[in-house]
């Protein structure tokens, strides 16, 4: 009787456990702290091209009424062959990337997008296929 009633204790707590705990599988695909990715593809003027990959990156903690920090990144395949990766930048209205002494700009907003480089556009009117 013992045995029964100690095998049924334990199986409660078993069950208990595996009900109330997701797997870490789910807790890992649930996780809002992950990096995440989107794939774009934009058609622009001259028959050009860009496919992006955006890197949504892990929010940075700020203090309230602090600035967020940018923490994303983009790479970009052009269609003439080059491929870039520019990390995020402050920008006041859609999302700017840019290397570091700011000679490769890109920029997105809705869904158009254009390239800049050393302040000549050089990838323009890219929209979202």
Same mark, same amino acid.
């Given at each position: 009787m013992k045995i029964?009633?100690?095998s049924i204790? *334990?199986?409660?707590?078993? *069950?208990?456990?595996?009900?109330?705990?997701?797997?870490?599988?789910q807790q890992k695909n649930e996780n809002p702290e992950s990096v995440k990715e989107n794939k774009v593809s934009y058609v622009c003027s001259e028959s /050009?091209?860009?496919?992006?990959?955006?890197?949504? %990156?892990?929010?940075?903690?700020? /203090?309230? %009424?602090?600035r967020p920090i940018p923490n994303g990144s983009v790479q970009i395949v052009l269609s003439d062959g080059r491929t870039l990766s520019l990390p995020e930048t402050i920008?006041?209205? %859609?999302?700017? #990337?840019?290397? !570091? !002494?700011?000679s490769i700009?890109?920029?997105?907003?809705?869904? %158009?997008a254009f390239l800049l480089e !050393? !302040?000549?556009?050089? #990838?323009m009117n890219c929209l979202v296929l």
């Open positions: 029964i009633f100690t204790i *334990l199986m409660a707590v078993i *069950l208990g456990i595996w009900f109330f705990y997701p797997s870490v599988s /050009k091209t860009i496919q992006a990959t955006y890197v949504i %990156g892990v929010p940075i903690p700020v /203090k309230s %009424g602090e920008s006041a209205s %859609g999302v700017r #990337y840019a290397n !570091d !002494d700011e700009i890109f920029w997105n907003k809705g869904n %158009g !050393d !302040d000549k556009e050089t #990838y």
